[in-house]
Structures are given as structure tokens and as C-alpha cells.
């Protein structure tokens, strides 16, 4: 298993980069995430939207859909693909500090 | 993991039954949340799945389909139909599958294109007017193969 350097502590993820173990993460991570994914600064919209998937992680134990961050986490499809270009809930996940989405929707 | 990605994808729906509607859906939202470009095409009866009146009113179809594991003779029994549809709904809503009208505003609002098929809606005597506000136009398969252009081709 690679490990990877991100504020400082060294955790273990995949070898996309994924976090393995989301409670590995903290929030001073996601800035370096995000940069790996081509998002320079995170706004307080994307924040809205790291919180809610990890939010809903911890309560449902899956990474929400994206209908589900549309309905239950209010963002619009098209912020969401806005704030994270070219994969939104992959992106998003991947800063949230959360594993590689894994269902169809 | 090979290292072309595919970049665009151009899938032809050309059935109207809600099985034949959902998977190029799925597709199509699949493609544009890994970053792929989407076109959607509606042709002959896959018509349905973008007309205002009838896109959250399809189908299961419960005669001619072996998998449905239901005599035929059963199948055309009134209610049949209905009933499927509703199991299907109800299945797919637990996995958080968007009811048509919603799926075909969300790929459209991630960028994803619809287009329906001119001579189907000539066929059918439609107009733009009878289509969601989601349809982009109405095209001939020259200008179909036009916009699919560079990427694979899926009819289903």
C-alpha cells in the first residue's frame, strides 16, 4: 500500500490517491487534495459540499449520490460540476478524504 | 488500465419501455461524472423518454421479454405492466435512480446534450413544443454523426 505526505502526516492510500482510511483525514488535507485535482483553492461552496459527503458518510456509510448531494445537500448539477470539473463526486470524495465512489449513479 | 481514456460517447436510445430508456441513461450520467462528453439521441419509440407527457409515464414491457420470467400469456393481463413498472421504480429509487424527468434535467445541467431524431418526430407529428425544455434540437443522422464526431457510437 503507497503512502503519501499531506499536512504532515503520512497515511496510507490507494493507488489513485484515495484515502484509505477516512478517518485518516483532517481538514488542513483537503487543501492538498484538491490542488492534485486541479482545484487551486477550495471556496466556502466547496466546503459546503466536502462537508455534506463526509457528513453523510459517517451517517449512512456510503458516499452519497450525486442526485442525493443535489436533493439532500441543496447544490445544484451544474455548481457541482462547476466546483469540480470533470468528475464531480469522484473529485469531491477524493478531497473529502472518502474511497473511490463506487455506484452507477 | 489501458492509458487512452475515452473522452466522448454519443448513445442512441431507440426503445420507449422504461428498460430501454434507463440504461442509456445511466450511461450517459455515468460518462459525464468521469469527465466524458455525452451526447444523448432519441430515436423512433425512445422518442417518448423526452416528451413532456410521457417521459415519467414509461413502461416495463411485461410480454416478449424471457428475463421477465412471467408466461407471456400473463404479461398482457391488465395491470401486469403497471405492476413491474412500479417493483422497478420502487427498486430503483432505494439506489437513488432518478425518476426520467429528473435523470434527463441532471445530464443536461452536467453538460450532456439531447437531441431527438427529425424523422421520428416528423413520423410521430410532433413539434418542439411537445419535448422538455432539456431537448437542445431536433437533428438529421447526418448532423447526428456530425456531433458524435470523434467518439464512440452506442445504440441501445
Known sequence: MATKTLAGKTIEVND?????????????????????????????????????IRQDFKEKGQIPTIRRIK????????????????????????????????GCV | MPDEKIKKVSIVISKGSLEG?????IMANGARMEGI???????FFGLEAIIKKKMNKLKVATVGNPAMHIPSLLGILPGMSAFATKMMKKEMEKLDIPPVGEFIE???????????????????????????????????????YEVSAGGEIIFT
Open chain 1, 16 to 52: 489513485e490517491g484515495f484515502l484509505v482510511n477516512p478517518d485518516d483525514w483532517t481538514e488542513e488535507m483537503a487543501p492538498e487534495l484538491a490542488k492534485e485535482e486541479g482545484i487551486d483553492e477550495l471556496t466556502d461552496q466547496h466546503w459546503k459540499i466536502i462537508r455534506f
Open chain 1, 71 to 102: 436533493n439532500a445537500g441543496g447544490v445544484p448539477i451544474k455548481d457541482l460540476y462547476q466546483l469540480f470539473p470533470e468528475g464531480p463526486v469522484k473529485k469531491a470524495a477524493k478531497i473529502a478524504g472518502l474511497g473511490k465512489p463506487q
Open chain 2, 21 to 25: 430508456v434507463y440504461p442509456g441513461l
Open chain 2, 37 to 43: 462528453e455525452a451526447n444523448l439521441f432519441f430515436t
Open chain 2, 106 to 144: 441532471m445530464i443536461h445541467d452536467a453538460g450532456g446534450k439531447i437531441y431527438a431524431c427529425k424523422a421520428t418526430v416528423e413520423m410521430f407529428h410532433l413539434t418542439k413544443d411537445d419535448f422538455c425544455e432539456q431537448v437542445d434540437d431536433i437533428i438529421h443522422v447526418g448532423k447526428f
